[in-house]
């Protein structure tokens, strides 16, 4: 569908993050991180833009279930594994509180950020964020947000803003010039503070061994059965890729 994914895991891509915040140069511009799931591939198709955001992104891990199942189903590399956003955030946390890394919360509604932050905070001892601000995605914002964001000397970026809004602001802030060093990796990571907080509630293990975490977001969330179908809008344009490749190999 023209969007590349790298196979990484969430072990890898922290492991990554944390080689690009300790190479990061006096004046380098950070890295784009984003963390793809089928809506951002059915977006992709109708917005070129962010097609080639995607596939310009530094990282792009695997958040979306369906893409694991899609790489099975089609002749392309086979997904190992599903990297949730809101863990990788959980093994940033980590990884920061033990190296003094400071980590910047950007986005969500005013007080989640903080209220994720206290809990990262108690999860892992040392965590320390740089600072944490709702904001709004709003072109008009960009300056007084980024320089809020640089003066706090963050090495890492998260940005709660939902896709694609957030990753088109880290990409034309990046290409701007308003994000540097010391920020060497700026992330989309879409509903991560909610989840953190406790605002929102993430589906029982079993759901999420099954792959099933998305059917649970209808459950608890109907109001977004727009976008559920997307996803399901997904799984049948792959399920008919796979069906004529089958029949045209017969
Ligand atoms: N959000 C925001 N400003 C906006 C739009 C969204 O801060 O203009 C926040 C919203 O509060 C939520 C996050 O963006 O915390 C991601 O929203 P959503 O659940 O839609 O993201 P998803 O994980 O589905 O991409």
Known sequence: MGVGVD???????????????EETQAGALPHQVVTTNPEFVMTARR??????????????????????WA????????????????????MLAA????????????????????DAAAVLAARHP????????????DPGEDEVLCRMVMDSRAHILLVAYGAPKQDFWIQRNI????????VAVAIGVGGAFDFISGRAVRAPRIM???????????????????RILTVVYFGLLVARDA????????
């Open 7 to 21: 196979d990484v895991t969430n072990a890898e891509a922290v492991a990554i993050i944390a080689r690009w915040v």
């Open 47 to 68: 917005n070129r833009a962010f097609r080639q955001l995607l596939n310009r992104a530094a990282l792009s891990t695997p958040d979306g279930q369906g893409l694991i």
């Open 71 to 90: 790489s099975r189903l089609l002749p392309t590399h086979r997904l190992r594994q599903r990297a949730p956003g809101v863990e990788m955030v959980e």
């Open 95 to 114: 990884y920061a509180a033990q190296h003094d890394v400071h980590i910047f919360l950007l986005g969500a509604a005013p007080g989640v950020a903080e």
């Open 126 to 137: 040392g965590f320390a964020p740089a600072a944490c601000y709702p904001g709004s995605p």
């Open 175 to 182: 290409a701007a010039g308003r994000l540097r060093s010391p």
């Open 208 to 226: 999420r061994r099954l792959g099933l975490e998305w059917l649970h977001r209808l459950y608890k969330q109907p109001w977004r059965y727009r």
């Open 243 to 250: 069906l004529k490749l089958r029949l045209r190999r017969n």
